[in-house]
C-alpha cells in the first residue's frame, strides 16, 4: 500500500457525461500528479500541483481539469467524455515538487460507453 | 523532448533464474532520475528501484539491480533469483531535475513471464 488513495476504484459512464475522479495524497506529500493509462498512448502525464498551485502539464486535453484543495487532496475532473477517454487513471503524490519518488495510488479505471 | 524506449515487449524467465531488461532514453539534460517500475496484474504502480544520474554506483534493491550507462543513455534492470511474484509488467521512466517538470516519461513497458 503507497499511501496513496485514489476513489472510485471503477466508473462507468455514458458519453458527453461529466465524472470526477478523486486522489489523497500520502501524508506529508505537498505535490500531486495525474497520469492517464490507454493502450493506445501508454502511460502519459496529464498535470503536476504543488501545495495548490498548478506546477507542470502535459497532454491533458481542454476537455479535462484539475485542482489541489487546501487539504492537499486532488480531483481531476473529465468532461464531454468520449469513447477514446476510457483509461486507467493514475493519480501519485510526492514530497516536494522535484527531486523525489513519486508513489502511485492504485487507479481508477473509468469505462465510456 | 525525452523519450524512453523499451525494446522488449515480452521477457519470459524460469523461476529462481535471472533475467535482465533493456530500456534506452534520449536526453539532453544532464542531471536526473530513472526508475523501473512494477504493475503486476493489479495494475497497482509499484516502485522497484531509483537511481539518481549523478551517481555512478548502481543502484540495488535485494534482487533488483540495474546497470546504469550514462555516456550510452542505457538502464537496464536485472532481476536475480526470479519469483513467480516477479511476474509483471515492468515499466521504465525517466524524469528531469529541473524547472522544466517534474512528470514522468514512461517507456511502453515490458511483459515478464516468470514460468516454474
Known amino acids: 500500500d503507497s499511501g496513496v488513495t485514489q476513489t472510485p476504484k471503477h466508473l462507468i459512464t455514458a458519453t458527453g457525461q461529466r465524472v470526477t475522479l478523486r486522489c489523497s495524497p500520502r501524508s506529508g506529500d505537498l505535490s500531486v500528479y495525474w497520469y492517464q493509462q490507454s493502450l493506445d498512448q501508454g502511460l502519459q502525464f496529464l498535470i503536476q500541483y504543488y501545495n495548490g498551485e498548478e506546477r507542470a502539464k502535459g497532454n491533458i486535453l481542454e476537455r479535462f481539469s484539475a485542482q489541489q484543495f487546501p487539504d492537499l487532496h486532488s480531483e481531476l475532473n473529465l468532461s464531454s467524455l468520449e469513447l477514446g477517454d476510457s483509461a486507467l487513471y493514475f493519480c501519485?503524490?510526492?514530497?516536494?515538487?522535484?527531486?523525489?519518488?513519486?508513489?502511485f495510488g492504485p487507479g481508477t479505471r473509468l469505462t465510456v460507453l | 523532448a525525452q523519450t524512453v524506449t523499451q525494446s522488449q515487449p515480452e521477457m519470459s524467465v524460469q523461476e529462481a533464474e535471472t533475467v535482465t531488461l533493456s530500456c534506452t532514453y534520449d536526453?539532453?539534460?544532464?542531471?536526473?532520475?530513472l526508475f523501473w517500475y512494477k504493475q503486476p496484474p493489479s495494475r497497482q504502480m509499484i516502485l522497484v528501484i531509483r537511481q539518481e544520474a549523478y551517481k555512478q554506483q548502481n543502484a540495488t534493491e535485494n534482487r533488483f539491480s540495474v546497470n546504469f550507462q550514462k555516456a550510452a543513455k542505457s538502464f537496464s534492470l536485472k532481476i536475480s533469483d526470479s519469483q513467480l511474484g516477479d511476474a509483471a509488467m515492468y515499466f521504465c521512466?525517466?524524469?528531469?531535475?529541473?524547472?522544466?517538470?517534474?512528470?514522468?516519461?514512461f517507456g511502453k513497458g515490458t511483459s515478464l513471464l516468470v514460468t516454474p
Open positions: 536526453t539532453s539534460e544532464s542531471d536526473y532520475y
Open positions: 501519485a503524490s510526492s514530497v516536494l515538487a522535484h527531486g523525489d519518488t513519486q508513489y
Open positions: 521512466a525517466y524524469r528531469p531535475n529541473s524547472n522544466s517538470g517534474y512528470a514522468l516519461n
